[in-house]
């Protein structure tokens, strides 16, 4: 047994080997398989200025039992330049490529299909971008992937649930991206099977990010892991 653990970064490396999958065997996280270095551990227990609010005044942080959370609070007066999410929390000076994204969120808003809370990856500005929904019911614009990218929101997804489960309290939710293959994977509550999969190389790298498209909710803690890289000089198109 170690040494097949000991050989699995060499054989990762070899040419005709595919990377990890993203499903990490129970117990192993997948960012330790892909040999991600750990960027970022937020747990949010006091305010942070790490993170750039899309609109200030509906994000505050505040405590949630015994938890300090950041909290989207109200409805978001946001307008973004194309249909998309306007509750945006956006991480800030850190870009990355491949990474495995984890964080802990509650919906506050009571059951409609489209109740959702959403991760955001590969942002390079308003509007580019990619994020997972996890919406309530599936269609097509709720419970999946989608990329904006200088047009309103379009699905890209692969293969989904018919749902989110959303119960009180925290759930963990995660994605896993490797841009060589333009694979997307998303997580939750069951960090060993995915809930939704696309793959897409439009986006090889971005800023991560934390919402939801237009409702409420709190998030407890964002752990990041990545390859991070010097984002080029860009501009987005917006009408």
């Excluded at 996280?29 to 991600?36: I, N, R, Y």
């Excluded at 984890?102 to 509007?127: E, I, N």
């Excluded at 904006?148 to 293969?159: C, D, E, K, L, S």
């Excluded at 994605?175 to 069951?190: A, L, M, P, Q, Y």
Aim: proline share 8%; with cysteine.
């Amino acid at each position: 047994m170690p040494k097949t653990i000991a050989l699995l970064p060499l054989l990762m490396l070899l040419p005709g080997c595919s990377w990890f999958s993203g499903t990490a065997p129970e117990g192993q996280s997948p960012a330790v398989l892909m040999g991600l270095p750990l960027l970022i551990d937020e747990g949010f227990d006091k305010p942070s200025s790490q993170w750039e609010l899309n609109d200030p005044q509906a994000w505050e942080f505040t405590s949630d039992d015994d938890k300090t959370v950041l909290a989207l609070a109200r409805n978001s007066t946001y307008k973004p330049p194309f249909r998309s999410p306007t509750g945006m929390a956006v991480l800030k000076h850190m870009t990355v490529s491949d990474f495995v994204l984890d964080a802990w969120v509650r919906s506050t808003k009571p059951d409609y299909p489209h109740r959702d809370m959403c991760l955001f990856f590969g942002y390079q500005d308003p509007a580019r971008f990619y994020y997972a929904h996890f919406g309530l019911k599936s269609d097509d614009a709720s419970n999946s992937i989608h990329i904006v990218n200088n047009a309103n929101r379009r699905p890209i997804v692969r293969t989904r649930t018919d749902g989110t489960p959303w119960t009180e309290g925290y759930h963990h939710v995660r994605v896993v991206r490797k841009v060589d293959t333009g694979s997307i994977e998303v997580f939750f509550d069951d960090m060993n099977r995915p809930s939704m999969t696309a793959e897409d190389k439009t986006f090889s790298w971005g800023r991560i990010g934390v919402g939801s498209f237009d409702d409420v909710g709190n998030v407890d803690r964002v752990v990041l892991w990545g390859r991070k890289v010097n984002p080029p000089a860009t501009r987005a198109v917006v009408p």
